[in-house]
């Protein structure tokens, strides 16, 4: 098994690049009806325009506005679980101020990366942003060139899939499922963008990211048969 304590949790959250449909410059209004076209189909209830919430979902029509990781220090009989947030309105000051502590954090290559649904989502989803705002992807993110056994990415969705290709399982039902306490207590994905548009409230959307990011990790200990982490045991940095 994988030492915990080499094995960095986190989680992101996005939004769309524009607070509303009308805002978005015209060329990429074409772009978003092309891409957009499949999730019209079969609703006639729905437009180009009803959908673009959905355009933070990916990298192309949306950015990050916060990553959050976790963390486990100490032994099985003390975990502790330290969680940091980077977040802000300025999307290329956050993935290197990320940046900047994982490539620190991951100077030797016995490093993990897990999310759920990382695969996915969260790990390609920086790579793309960070190529977008002229970055460099850290090695330890950067696939490219890979073979499978050399990627140090984790995924508890692909953990309980035990090799079941045909269904999507969220965070908030795997975590019912084990008795992990459910991160969706105060807002969920859907609400991210309303939350970060309209009510401006970019700290709550980090305090919400957090929570995933501790649920992920009780449910990948839960799948190990580890003990999980005390709700006493996390603690939160600056």
Known sequence: MIPLNNILFLDIETVSQYATYDEV??????LWTAKSAFLLRGKEDETVESVYGKSAIYAEFGKVVCISVGLIQGNSEGKKLILKSFFGDDEKLLLLRFCEMLKRWAMDSNKYLCAHNGKEFDF???CRRMIINGMI????LNTAGKKPWEVSHLDTMELWKFGDFKNYTSLNLLAHTLGIPTPKDDIDGKMVGDVYWRQKDIQRIATYCQKDVVTATQVYLRLHNEAMILPDNIEIKD
Do not use: A, D, S, V
Not at 25 to 30: A, S
């Open 25 to 30: 410059p015209e060329t990429w209004k074409e």
């Open 124 to 126: 390609p989803y920086l």
């Open 137 to 140: 992807i850290p090695p330890i």
